[in-house]
């Protein structure tokens, strides 16, 4: 159970009714239920048994709970929703990532006026949030990389297919950190972040591999702000959207 920081628990409220937020992404599955004020996490998928509203974070691209081209998960185009035994569509969906960037940016006191969210985990990609406003960028698949060719997009030189967890080896060495920072730095600088900008890494290479995270000039490099049990801040921007939504 995490308890959730003041300022999102005056934001929310106290509602009766479980809100459920499901994190798909990388080998597993995570649900974070908000319940007076706290959030309990669980392994998998939890249903309540009582009345409840749902919103699913899936990768790829996932709209209405259908979720395509997630080619990590085999997920070319599937009802996520059914696949995970919901008996009906969830009534927020949206991409794992988009749903992080939000989630940092709203678990950020003053909330950034620019915010780059960067996954480093079974695939990488990264999501920026302008004035509370998500935007999707060019990164996982910009091209420029070295010579794999990209399971997902098919081209030579991907980002993905160079850094990505799937395509890195096991154990990690010094050069390969070296490295994915290295591509990091490049990739960044091409989605031209105004000076100030936070970027927040986030995914499980950033966690196992602290030392990939590089240094940016003119740039506020943070850690992500999920408490240590979430998966990501994915269900801060699941269950924000989820209220949202409600009123
Ligand atoms: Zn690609």
New binding site residues.
Partial sequence: MSELPGFLRARWGRRPEPLVAVEVGGPSVQTATLVDGSVVFVDGVARPETAYRYGLAAPGWVVDGRVRGAHHLGWMDVEAWEELGFPRRPEVSLNDAEAGALGEWLLRVGEPADLLYVVIGTGVGAVRVSAGDVIAVEF??QVGFGPAV?G??G?RG?L??AIGGHALPTPLGAEDEERVRESLVRAIELTELRAGATVVFGGGLVRSHPRVVPELKDMQVERSLAPPEAKSAAHVGVLDLLLRSAS
Avoid: N, Q, T, V
Wanted: aromatic share 0%.
């Fill in positions: 996982g698949h990209c997902g997009c081209r991907c993905d297919a």
